[in-house]
């Protein structure tokens, strides 16, 4: 039980911390957004 309870606080320290750079987590949600317009849809819909 000790070890989730830390292994929490970790992830909830990682979330603050990231919370604290939006402008770099904006820049990736942009990238990723162009990435994304880059695919065809088709490729995403068809069947493997």
Request: aromatic residues 4%; positive net charge; hydrophobic residues 45%.
């Amino acid at each position: 039980m000790a070890s989730l309870r830390s292994f929490a606080g970790a992830s909830r320290r990682t979330g603050n911390a990231t919370m604290r750079i939006p402008a770099a987590n904006s820049q990736a949600r942009v990238n990723g957004e162009k990435n994304a317009k880059r695919i065809p849809v088709w490729v995403l819909i068809a069947p493997e």
